[in-house]
């Protein structure tokens, strides 16, 4: 028994002594040491004032009471918050804009608060970036990124019209009735587009331009007539254009005069590159006393490549005459180079049934050859074959 007072008296001693060190002890969830370990201070936040700043202080951790297990906790779930709140600032503002936008009118400047719009009147000017746009009217609301420009009614004004928004967006000029455009999707949609690509010029009652660039239009057109209303034009049902390289279309079919011709192709493409390449050949046009209106020398050229070309063309006219013809080039350097011609032409002259109608029919078949004098210095070849006939 005295053994036993003797070990129970010894045991609380060690435990009395235990107690009187100044060590950490784990905690459980509801200790208040165990909350202040659970705080983190953000460190985007550094430098910035609270509106508390004893509060924020009493929620500072002293990590010098810390030992190393909680010390490693601490600095994990502190940079685990501080990159969830990194995500969280710059997703913020991904969703603004980038860069300054700069505007004025010459009119008046009307801003309103509640929806954040700013309308501008009379000679409105919006840059961002390499966008400018011009107009007569423009509303703008740069909480959504959106800026929206039309002209105004006039009647004194080309088309009744003035001051409609002319878009630019890097070297590509887009004219239009009315257009909206989103300043961080790149995304705009215009109605009744007009711009002008490389030679020709494409115009639509709707575009769509996707953030790429390319423009997608619906019931274009595609002349090389630069008149506001040409003479000749393809009409296009559906339209891809890439500014400075080509446009893709659907179904197509050649208006003359604001007649449409009996000319349909169910696909085709433009290429708008000055490079060497294949691409449409647009016909001319004119009228001829014997054989009425026509549309010639327009068809097809083929770039085959650097050494050798092809180019198909046709002709036809209001009376029936017709025609078509293929020529081709080659060379080979410093060794020949050469052309080949075949054409074939249904003539009809005056009107059927009339003593002074008649019909011809006539195909030619020409050759020529040259050998470079560089191929051989002591010999030369020149070649030239012709064929023709008619017949009456």
Same mark, same amino acid.
């Given at each position: 028994?005295?053994?036993?007072?003797?070990?129970?008296?010894?045991?609380?001693?060690?435990?009395?002594?235990?107690?009187?060190?100044?060590?950490?002890?784990?905690?459980?969830?509801?200790?208040?040491?165990?909350?202040?370990?659970?705080?983190?201070?953000?460190?985007?936040?550094?430098?910035?004032?609270?509106?508390?700043?004893?509060?924020?202080?009493?929620?500072?951790?002293?990590?010098?009471?810390?030992?190393?297990?909680?010390?490693?906790?601490?600095?994990?779930?502190?940079?685990?918050?501080?990159?969830?709140?990194?995500?969280?600032?710059?997703?913020?503002?991904?969703?603004?804009?980038?860069?300054?936008?700069?505007?004025?009118?010459?009119?008046?400047?009307?801003?309103?608060?509640?929806?954040?719009?700013?309308?501008?009147?009379?000679?409105?000017?919006?840059?961002?970036?390499?966008?400018?746009?011009?107009?007569?009217?423009?509303?703008?609301?740069?909480?959504?990124?959106?800026?929206?420009?039309?002209?105004?009614?006039?009647?004194?004004?080309?088309?009744?019209?003035?001051?409609?928004?002319?878009?630019?967006?890097?070297?590509?000029?887009?004219?239009?009735?009315?257009?909206?455009?989103?300043?961080?999707?790149?995304?705009?949609?215009?109605?009744?587009?007009?711009?002008?690509?490389?030679?020709?010029?494409?115009?639509?009652?709707?575009?769509?331009?996707?953030?790429? /660039? $390319?423009?997608?239009?619906?019931?274009?057109?595609?002349? +090389?007539? !630069? @008149?506001?209303? &040409? =003479? %000749?034009?393809?009409?296009?049902?559906?339209?891809?254009?890439?500014?400075?390289?080509?446009?893709?279309?659907?179904?197509?079919?050649?208006?003359?005069?604001?007649?449409?011709?009996?000319?349909?192709?169910?696909?085709?493409?433009?290429?708008?590159?000055?490079?060497?390449?294949?691409?449409?050949?647009?016909?001319?046009?004119?009228?001829?006393?014997?054989?009425?209106?026509?549309?010639?020398?327009?068809?097809?050229?083929?770039?085959?490549?650097?050494?050798?070309?092809?180019?198909?063309?046709?002709?036809?006219?209001?009376?029936?005459?017709?025609?078509?013809?293929?020529?081709?080039?080659?060379?080979?350097?410093?060794?020949?180079? /050469? $052309?080949?011609?075949?054409?074939?032409?249904?003539?009809? +002259?005056? !009107? @059927?049934?009339? &003593? =002074? %109608?008649?019909?011809?029919?006539?195909?030619?078949?020409?050759?020529?050859?040259?050998?470079?004098?560089?191929?051989?210095?002591?010999?030369?070849?020149?070649?030239?074959?012709?064929?023709?006939?008619?017949?009456?």
């Amino acid at each position: 028994m005295r053994n036993k007072s003797i070990i129970f008296l010894l045991s609380f001693v060690v435990v009395f002594a235990m107690a009187s060190v100044n060590m950490p002890v784990p905690q459980g969830k509801k200790t208040k040491k165990a909350k202040v370990s659970t705080v983190v201070v953000d460190t985007l936040l550094k430098g910035q004032t609270p509106k508390d700043s004893k509060a924020v202080d009493k929620n500072i951790p002293d990590t010098t009471k810390m030992d190393s297990l909680q010390l490693a906790i601490y600095h994990h779930n502190k940079a685990i918050d501080d990159s969830i709140r990194a995500d969280s600032m710059m997703r913020a503002r991904s969703n603004g804009i980038d860069a300054p936008v700069k505007y004025s009118a010459e009119d008046s400047l009307v801003y309103d608060a509640e929806s954040g719009t700013a309308y501008l009147y009379g000679g409105s000017k919006v840059d961002y970036e390499n966008m400018k746009l011009t107009s007569d009217k423009v509303h703008m609301n740069l909480d959504k990124s959106t800026v929206r420009a039309t002209g105004t009614v006039d009647s004194t004004a080309e088309g009744g019209i003035k001051g409609k928004p002319v878009f630019t967006m890097g070297k590509d000029e887009y004219k239009s009735d009315t257009m909206a455009f989103n300043f961080k999707s790149k995304k705009g949609l215009i109605k009744g587009i007009y711009t002008e690509q490389q030679d020709g010029f494409l115009s639509g009652e709707v575009g769509k331009r996707d953030s790429t /660039g $390319s423009v997608y239009l619906q019931h274009g057109r595609y002349t +090389t007539c !630069d @008149k506001p209303h &040409p =003479d %000749f034009y393809i009409a296009l049902s559906r339209a891809k254009v890439r500014p400075g390289k080509d446009v893709v279309f659907g179904p197509a079919y050649l208006v003359v005069a604001d007649v449409p011709l009996p000319l349909a192709i169910p696909y085709g493409f433009f290429p708008f590159s000055k490079k060497y390449s294949s691409g449409f050949i647009m016909p001319s046009y004119g009228d001829e006393s014997d054989r009425g209106f026509y549309l010639r020398d327009g068809g097809y050229y083929f770039a085959i490549s650097d050494k050798w070309d092809l180019k198909l063309l046709g002709e036809i006219y209001t009376k029936g005459s017709w025609g078509v013809s293929a020529a081709s080039n080659y060379r080979k350097r410093y060794r020949y180079s /050469g $052309s080949f011609l075949f054409s074939y032409q249904d003539s009809k +002259t005056g !009107d @059927k049934g009339l &003593p =002074d %109608f008649a019909e011809q029919e006539s195909f030619k078949i020409q050759w020529n050859h040259r050998q470079d004098p560089k191929a051989n210095p002591y010999s030369s070849l020149i070649g030239k074959c012709e064929l023709c006939d008619i017949k009456l």
